[in-house]
């Protein structure tokens, strides 16, 4: 059996979906964070925009059916619990919903959401927050992109710069979910933000700060810049001084900026490195 349809709609909304109290909201926007995203873009634009508007959670998903052992990981001798929840704090025209994709039960996770979004909260756009892994440099510009679920939204984002996605690997939570909001008729959008493959596991600053110029542009989000190009800078040279010791990080590193392509092995080594050289 199918385990994503044994579960009736009276479960998913007495079990699944956890009220902690009613917000006064008026037309809001709601921004889906995913954590653990390559770069810690969900990391670092939660704490960002939560900090902004002050937000408190509101609302829950129960993790219950959506994770093995309930999604308890242990990372570092600490036990991490999936928290996915609902935000909304001195603005009254923004929600953020934070939490971590989904293992199984992926059309009731995404129906849940969508539950709070349109019957109950009155959402007027949806937004989720990604990143795509590329072979760029540091120093390169990061690019960004968007992916749509109707050409109103589309039309909206012109003025923003971004670049059109073509996708055609496995679908991502954020585009089925775009794909199940497009039926209840609420306009969403994702984007996609390009980091250095070898900056996934840890802060990709650069990648960081575009987001944020769009949420700023955007919604008018008074977000400041400067931490953001001390903490690439200082990062840059604690790069720089990781290549005057390991001969294959600079060699591999190297090649990149020749756009030669490196070999499976040698992007995970680089990746691993990168990450105990620059995670502190």
């Known amino acids: 059996m199918n385990s994503s349809r044994s579960f009736s709609k009276k ?45 408190e959670v509101f609302c829950e998903i129960t993790p219950a059916i959506f994770y093995t052992l309930n999604g308890v990981e242990i990372e570092n001798d600490i036990a991490i619990i999936p928290n996915n929840g609902f935000y909304c704090g001195q603005r009254n025209d923004i929600v953020i919903f934070k939490g971590s994709e989904p293992q199984f039960n992926h059309y009731q996770f995404v129906s849940a959401i969508l539950e709070i979004a349109c019957e109950r909260l009155f959402i ?7 990143s795509l892994v590329s072979s760029s440099t540091f ?11 109707e050409s109103g939204i589309k039309e909206k984002m012109k003025e923003y710069g971004l670049l059109d996605m073509t996708y055609e690997g496995t679908p991502a939570t954020s585009s089925y979910l ?103």
Do not use: H
């Open 178 to 280: 775009l794909y199940e909001a497009k039926k209840k008729n609420l306009p969403g959008m994702s984007l996609w933000c390009e980091i250095p493959f070898y900056l996934s596991l840890v802060d990709d600053y650069q990648s960081q700060k575009m987001i944020l110029q769009f949420l700023r542009k955007r919604f008018n989000i008074d977000f400041e810049f400067d931490k953001f190009d001390r903490l690439s800078e200082e990062q840059g040279k604690r790069l720089f001084n990781l290549r005057m010791v390991d001969k294959k990080i600079d060699q591999y590193l190297g090649s990149i900026e020749m756009n030669i392509p490196l070999t499976e092995e040698e992007r995970l080594y680089l990746t691993n490195k990168i990450y105990e050289g620059l995670r502190f």
């Open 124 to 130: 007027k756009e949806i937004y989720t927050l990604n």
């Open 139 to 149: 120093s390169a510009p990061r690019r960004i992109w968007g992916v749509y679920n």
């Open 11 to 55: 479960m998913q909304r007495n079990d699944i979906i956890r009220w902690i109290r009613e917000p006064e909201l008026n037309n809001p926007v709601l921004f889906v964070i995913w954590e653990r995203v390559p770069g810690k873009i969900g990391e670092r634009i939660f704490n960002e925009l939560n900090k902004k508007i002050n937000g």
